[in-house]
Protein backbone atom coordinates (compact mmCIF):
# COMPACT_ATOMS: atom_id res chain seq x y z
CA UNK A 1 0.00 0.00 0.00
CA UNK A 2 1.95 3.07 -0.95
CA UNK A 3 1.41 6.58 0.86
CA UNK A 4 -0.43 9.19 -0.45
CA UNK A 5 0.98 12.42 -1.26
CA UNK A 6 1.22 15.18 1.58
CA UNK A 7 -0.51 18.71 1.02
CA UNK A 8 1.85 21.17 1.01
CA UNK A 9 1.00 24.33 3.78
CA UNK A 10 -1.36 26.87 2.02
CA UNK A 11 1.64 29.60 3.19
CA UNK A 12 3.23 27.93 0.10
CA UNK A 13 1.87 28.98 -2.70
CA UNK A 14 1.25 32.61 -0.97
CA UNK A 15 5.11 32.75 -1.02
CA UNK A 16 5.21 32.09 -4.21
CA UNK A 17 2.63 34.86 -5.35
CA UNK A 18 4.08 37.42 -3.61
CA UNK A 19 7.52 36.58 -4.91
CA UNK A 20 6.40 36.93 -8.41
CA UNK A 21 4.23 39.99 -7.51
CA UNK A 22 7.44 41.67 -6.17
CA UNK A 23 9.14 40.31 -9.16
CA UNK A 24 6.62 41.79 -11.62
CA UNK A 25 5.34 44.64 -9.97
CA UNK A 26 8.06 45.97 -7.98
CA UNK A 27 8.35 46.55 -3.57
CA UNK A 28 6.11 49.34 -4.60
CA UNK A 29 3.33 46.97 -5.28
CA UNK A 30 3.92 45.51 -1.72
CA UNK A 31 2.11 46.96 1.36
CA UNK A 32 4.09 47.44 4.11
CA UNK A 33 2.51 43.88 5.97
CA UNK A 34 3.43 41.96 3.13
CA UNK A 35 7.27 43.25 2.64
CA UNK A 36 7.37 42.53 5.99
CA UNK A 37 5.89 38.90 5.93
CA UNK A 38 8.83 38.59 2.99
CA UNK A 39 11.38 39.60 4.99
CA UNK A 40 10.25 36.94 7.74
CA UNK A 41 10.56 34.09 5.12
CA UNK A 42 14.19 33.30 5.90
CA UNK A 43 13.44 33.42 9.86
CA UNK A 44 10.29 31.10 9.77
CA UNK A 45 10.65 28.80 6.49
CA UNK A 46 8.11 26.22 7.96
CA UNK A 47 5.37 28.83 9.58
CA UNK A 48 2.87 31.10 7.73
CA UNK A 49 4.46 34.72 8.61
CA UNK A 50 1.39 37.03 7.29
CA UNK A 51 -0.04 37.04 11.31
CA UNK A 52 3.26 37.63 12.65
CA UNK A 53 3.99 40.33 9.90
CA UNK A 54 0.14 42.33 10.88
CA UNK A 55 1.16 41.55 14.43
CA UNK A 56 4.48 43.80 14.31
CA UNK A 57 2.31 46.10 12.22
CA UNK A 58 -0.13 46.79 14.87
CA UNK A 59 2.66 46.99 17.30
CA UNK A 60 4.91 49.23 15.72
CA UNK A 61 2.79 51.17 13.27
CA UNK A 62 4.59 50.77 9.98
CA UNK A 63 7.34 49.09 7.90
CA UNK A 64 10.04 51.42 8.98
CA UNK A 65 9.31 51.72 13.00
CA UNK A 66 8.98 47.64 12.78
CA UNK A 67 12.35 47.38 11.34
CA UNK A 68 14.24 49.96 13.44
CA UNK A 69 12.33 49.12 16.70
CA UNK A 70 14.87 48.04 19.49
CA UNK A 71 15.29 44.18 20.04
CA UNK A 72 13.81 44.25 23.42
CA UNK A 73 10.68 45.85 22.22
CA UNK A 74 10.65 43.13 19.00
CA UNK A 75 10.71 40.47 21.96
CA UNK A 76 7.34 41.86 23.42
CA UNK A 77 5.74 40.65 20.34
CA UNK A 78 4.50 37.52 20.29
CA UNK A 79 6.18 34.55 17.72
CA UNK A 80 9.42 37.32 17.69
CA UNK A 81 12.80 35.49 18.26
CA UNK A 82 16.24 35.61 17.89
CA UNK A 83 15.84 34.67 13.89
CA UNK A 84 13.05 37.08 13.24
CA UNK A 85 14.98 39.87 14.71
CA UNK A 86 18.31 38.88 12.81
CA UNK A 87 16.23 39.30 9.74
CA UNK A 88 15.07 42.54 10.70
CA UNK A 89 17.95 44.04 11.90
CA UNK A 90 20.00 42.75 8.07
CA UNK A 91 17.38 44.65 6.34
CA UNK A 92 17.75 47.90 8.27
CA UNK A 93 21.93 47.42 8.02
CA UNK A 94 21.71 47.01 4.57
CA UNK A 95 19.52 50.09 4.28
CA UNK A 96 21.61 52.28 6.22
CA UNK A 97 25.02 50.59 4.09
CA UNK A 98 23.48 52.02 0.81
CA UNK A 99 22.55 55.57 1.90
CA UNK A 100 25.91 55.86 4.12
CA UNK A 101 27.80 54.77 0.71
CA UNK A 102 25.72 57.51 -1.65
CA UNK A 103 26.77 60.25 1.09
CA UNK A 104 30.04 58.91 1.41
CA UNK A 105 30.80 59.23 -2.32
CA UNK A 106 30.04 62.76 -3.04
CA UNK A 107 30.83 65.94 -1.43
CA UNK A 108 28.32 67.13 1.31
CA UNK A 109 27.02 70.30 0.49
CA UNK A 110 25.95 69.50 -3.02
CA UNK A 111 24.08 65.94 -1.48
CA UNK A 112 22.29 67.48 1.55
CA UNK A 113 19.24 66.26 1.07
CA UNK A 114 21.02 62.39 1.34
CA UNK A 115 22.63 63.28 4.59
CA UNK A 116 19.76 64.57 6.24
CA UNK A 117 17.88 61.01 4.85
CA UNK A 118 21.30 59.43 6.37
CA UNK A 119 21.36 61.61 9.62
CA UNK A 120 17.32 60.44 10.25
CA UNK A 121 17.45 56.75 9.37
CA UNK A 122 20.68 56.07 11.08
CA UNK A 123 19.52 58.15 14.68
CA UNK A 124 15.89 59.12 14.32
CA UNK A 125 14.32 55.69 15.38
CA UNK A 126 16.88 55.55 18.34
CA UNK A 127 15.81 55.46 22.07
CA UNK A 128 18.72 57.19 23.54
CA UNK A 129 20.33 60.22 22.34
CA UNK A 130 23.17 59.83 20.38
CA UNK A 131 25.93 62.68 18.85
CA UNK A 132 27.19 62.01 15.83
CA UNK A 133 30.14 64.02 13.72
CA UNK A 134 30.82 64.07 10.39
CA UNK A 135 34.08 64.81 9.31
CA UNK A 136 34.63 66.58 6.07
CA UNK A 137 38.43 67.44 4.24
CA UNK A 138 38.71 70.97 2.19
CA UNK A 139 36.42 69.28 -0.46
CA UNK A 140 33.55 68.92 1.61
CA UNK A 141 33.76 65.20 1.69
CA UNK A 142 33.61 62.98 4.63
CA UNK A 143 36.45 61.51 5.48
CA UNK A 144 34.51 60.13 8.80
CA UNK A 145 31.40 59.02 10.24
CA UNK A 146 31.68 59.09 14.04
CA UNK A 147 29.12 58.69 17.06
CA UNK A 148 30.97 60.51 19.69
CA UNK A 149 29.16 60.09 22.77
CA UNK A 150 25.73 57.78 23.53
CA UNK A 151 23.22 59.14 26.51
CA UNK A 152 20.07 58.47 28.21
CA UNK A 153 16.72 58.93 27.26
CA UNK A 154 16.73 62.80 26.89
CA UNK A 155 20.30 64.07 27.49
CA UNK A 156 24.26 63.24 25.89
CA UNK A 157 27.25 65.01 27.33
CA UNK A 158 29.10 66.87 24.84
CA UNK A 159 32.80 67.62 25.24
CA UNK A 160 33.90 70.55 23.45
CA UNK A 161 37.35 70.30 23.62
CA UNK A 162 37.07 66.12 22.73
CA UNK A 163 35.21 67.36 19.50
CA UNK A 164 37.65 69.70 18.14
CA UNK A 165 40.70 67.56 19.35
CA UNK A 166 39.07 64.60 17.12
CA UNK A 167 38.43 67.07 13.94
CA UNK A 168 42.28 67.78 14.38
CA UNK A 169 43.44 64.28 14.57
CA UNK A 170 41.36 63.69 11.24
CA UNK A 171 43.09 66.76 9.76
CA UNK A 172 39.35 68.17 8.95
CA UNK A 173 38.71 71.68 7.80
CA UNK A 174 34.53 71.24 8.83
CA UNK A 175 32.38 69.51 10.50
CA UNK A 176 28.78 68.40 10.71
CA UNK A 177 27.35 68.11 13.78
CA UNK A 178 24.52 65.64 14.03
CA UNK A 179 22.16 63.93 17.69
CA UNK A 180 18.94 62.73 17.94
CA UNK A 181 15.91 64.01 20.17
CA UNK A 182 14.57 60.58 21.07
CA UNK A 183 11.11 62.27 22.49
CA UNK A 184 10.81 62.47 18.26
CA UNK A 185 10.68 66.42 17.93
CA UNK A 186 13.58 67.93 16.69
CA UNK A 187 13.34 71.79 17.95
CA UNK A 188 16.47 72.90 19.56
CA UNK A 189 16.71 73.17 22.91
CA UNK A 190 18.24 76.24 25.01
CA UNK A 191 21.15 73.40 26.13
CA UNK A 192 21.81 72.19 22.54
CA UNK A 193 22.24 75.98 21.23
CA UNK A 194 24.80 76.62 24.15
CA UNK A 195 26.55 73.60 23.01
CA UNK A 196 26.66 74.50 19.52
CA UNK A 197 27.47 78.11 20.31
CA UNK A 198 30.50 76.71 22.04
CA UNK A 199 31.93 74.19 19.04
CA UNK A 200 31.70 76.54 16.88
CA UNK A 201 33.87 79.09 18.92
CA UNK A 202 36.41 76.35 19.69
CA UNK A 203 36.58 75.21 16.36
CA UNK A 204 37.07 78.27 14.20
CA UNK A 205 40.57 79.59 15.44
CA UNK A 206 41.49 76.50 15.01
CA UNK A 207 40.38 76.08 11.41
CA UNK A 208 37.29 74.08 11.50
CA UNK A 209 34.13 75.52 10.20
CA UNK A 210 30.62 73.97 11.82
CA UNK A 211 28.45 73.57 8.63
CA UNK A 212 25.85 72.83 10.25
CA UNK A 213 23.71 71.17 13.46
CA UNK A 214 21.10 68.78 12.75
CA UNK A 215 18.97 67.09 14.80
CA UNK A 216 16.69 64.26 13.83
CA UNK A 217 13.67 62.74 14.84
CA UNK A 218 11.07 60.70 14.24
CA UNK A 219 9.03 64.25 13.25
CA UNK A 220 11.40 65.16 11.04
CA UNK A 221 14.82 67.22 11.12
CA UNK A 222 15.68 70.88 12.38
CA UNK A 223 19.01 72.66 11.18
CA UNK A 224 20.69 75.27 12.83
CA UNK A 225 21.88 76.79 10.08
CA UNK A 226 18.26 77.01 8.28
CA UNK A 227 17.18 78.52 11.64
CA UNK A 228 20.11 81.15 12.03
CA UNK A 229 21.43 80.03 14.66
CA UNK A 230 24.60 78.94 13.44
Not at 36 to 54: G, I, S, W, Y
Not at 81 to 88: H, Q
Not at 162 to 172: G, I, Q, Y
Request: aromatic share 6%; proline share 6%; hydrophobic share 45%.
Amino acid sequence: MGFKDVAKPHYYGHRERLRKRFRDAGPDALPDYELLEMVLFRAMPRRDTKPLAKALLARFGTFAEAVNAPEDLLREVPGIGDAAITELKLVRAAALRLMRGEVLERPVLSSWSQVLDYCRASMGFEAKEQFRILFLDKRNQIIADEVQQRGTVDHTPVYVREVVKRALELSATAIVLVHNHPSGDPTPSRADIEMTKQIVAAAKPLGVLVHDHIIVGKQGHASFRGLGLI
